[in-house]
């Protein structure tokens, strides 16, 4: 249940495992949601994806993604160079740190699975399950339509409704951790050469930008 990047790695994997899976998500197109900006694979986030991406999936990972992810540089609100943590190359790219855009892996990791016979049904919102005696798991979604499953999995994210009701006794807790950062564009007044990032022909260069609130 859910059709974010973990859950349609988990289809990707199962489907080349020869498993029937299908993939229930509440938004109605896959690009109702564009949220985030990017993510941060480490190696055995990458690991994963290629042990369960088909090949040409696992290309187009690599080839929509940075590498050297794993390097940051720290600066004033001077742009005045503070810190510099870097890591040494990697030749294998499944050893190494990627950062990727979210919505574009999303992308990669609904192809095959989203077309008229693939395994994502968008629109699915997911009201409750029940247990048949024989194993089965009936499922009941919000605009009334029921669906029934052998294994149920949530994949629907912190507030999950599967989780909820599995577990109606737990709830998520603020570790009060908040961590912020923005996005602006680089330009020459706010840059100077002596930062040792090129400045070239086209528009300002822009750094990340996100802010997120750590729950458990």
């Not at 742009?79 to 990669?108: F, K, N």
């Not at 994949?155 to 909820?164: L, Q």
């Not at 086209?202 to 458990?216: I, L």
Request: proline share 9%.
């Amino acid at each position: 249940m859910g059709g974010g990047i973990g859950g349609l790695c988990l289809a990707q994997g199962l489907r080349g495992a020869g498993v029937d899976v299908t993939v229930y998500e509440h938004d109605r197109t896959p690009s109702d949601r564009l949220q985030g900006y990017r993510v941060h694979i480490d190696p055995e986030g990458s690991r994963a994806l290629r042990d369960r991406l088909p090949p040409e999936l696992w290309e187009a990972f690599l080839a929509t993604s940075g590498r050297d992810a794993q390097d940051f540089r720290f600066v004033s609100h001077r742009m005045r160079p503070l810190l510099a943590l870097e890591s040494p190359p990697v030749a294998d790219p499944v050893d190494a740190h990627h950062s990727v855009s979210r919505i574009t892996l999303r992308q990669v990791l609904l192809s095959g699975l989203d077309g008229p016979s693939g395994a994502v049904r968008f629109g699915k919102t997911f009201e409750s399950y029940t247990r048949d005696p024989g194993g089965t798991v009936p499922l009941r979604f919000a605009d009334g339509s029921t669906e029934t499953a052998d294994i149920v999995v949530a994949a629907d994210g912190g507030n999950s409704g599967v989780r909820h009701r599995y577990l109606p006794h737990a709830r998520r807790v603020d570790t009060g951790v908040v961590t912020a950062a923005g996005r602006f564009p680089l330009t020459v007044s706010l840059l100077p050469i002596r930062t040792s990032v090129p400045i070239g022909p086209g528009p300002p260069r822009t750094s990340p930008c996100s802010a997120t609130r750590s729950t458990a």
